[in-house]
């Protein structure tokens, strides 16, 4: 018997088509217009039109010369009369009066700061005068009890901020402010001044060839140690730049995220072990198991680590803590859903040995899920090393901490580009370093 197949009317078929068409051509308009309606929410609720009005690219352009420039101030206290010559305006890099830089000069109570290009600040008696290409000289004295401003033109340009209290300017060359108490000139210049060596050094301001002369051949400046041991002590104490404290601060943050990786993965093992439906029968634990690993990996890290640092106070140890609570429930479940989908028939050959429930999971179920447990630690090992940064910041501890130190000051925010590259430099070198020990650990691993 041959089974009769019947087709639906033409009719029947055209009309479904079109329906179908409809709905689709409905959804194509329907889904723009969601998105058009939801950006337009998001442009007057985060006041986007107020946000453009208000934002100073000046300050940004200020901002990121900071990042690769450091500024060199000339400051006068007017009470005393008083001036001295420092970088970044810290007693550490004050320039000694016999090695002033070329273009500050110094004769009895006038002071000539060159800013090049033309530009040329003078102190001159309790005022000072500022020479601006095609503008003119801008003269500021005080008076009274606040500041007088004379101007070339009657206008006061948008780059002078004036006030009762305070005069300053900015150019392209460099920053010049004074009020009653104090006149402040800034020069930028490019590069991390200072980084190797600080002015109180007898290595400051020698070439590379010099350095390389003294640290082979030179005689020692140091009876005590060679040139090339001074420069290190020199180089790794800078009181500017903290090399040391750096080096110990990276240090630490791989070692919280160190600590913190490893101790979850010890401890989410043999919990997985319970949470797998294979491996443990009873429901209520399991469930139990499962709940718990929902609830620590879904409290944020940041928040594990301000009650932990409350709980146990400020430290390293508190934030591998933090990662620890997150990490044990993110490979609780893992580890579970790993130990589920072993292969049954190599835990049942292992048993027929007569092996021992332990010997069966070492020798049966442990090399299958090894690769994978390996894999996804080394993962959470390079991804905590970023997280430990932000951990530092808040529990006092490692390269964060220096960070935001360095930030909330506003100071010197080319050592905050500097925390920020060595930073990069060491997710980069643990990606690097975890990549490798998984193609070597997880290639041994499938090989035996």
Known sequence: MTAMISTPPAGTLGDAAVAAFDRKRRVAFAIPAVVLVYLTYIFFAFDIPGIVTNARTDNAAILLSDFWSHKTHVTRDNRSGTVTVAIEGENKGTYPPSRLPEWVGMQDSLTRIDLGKGYEVVYEGEGARFTVP?????RVQPEGRGIRLDLPEGEIPDWINASSARVTVTTPEGRFSMTRNRTETFRYEPGWELFFFTLDSPFSGLSFRELANLAISGERIDPA???IVHMISD????QMWRHGDVAWALFE?????FLGTMGAAVVALPLAFLAASNFTPARSLRFVLRRFFDFVRGVDGLIWTIILSRAFGPGPLTGSLAILMT????FGKLFSEALENVDRKQVEGVQSTGASPIQQARFGVMPQI?????SQVLYYLESNTR???VIGAIVGGGIGLLLTQAIITQKDWEEVSYYIILIVLMVMAMDSLSGWLRGLLIGQTGRT
């Open 235 to 238: 180089f790794w104490n800078n």
């Open 327 to 330: 990490d044990t429930g993110s």
């Open 225 to 227: 140690r060679p040139n």
């Open 387 to 389: 997280s430990a940064t």
């Open 253 to 257: 943050t791989v070692l919280m995220a």
């Open 370 to 374: 090894v690769p994978v447990l390996l």
């Open 134 to 138: 095609d503008y003119g000289v801008i």
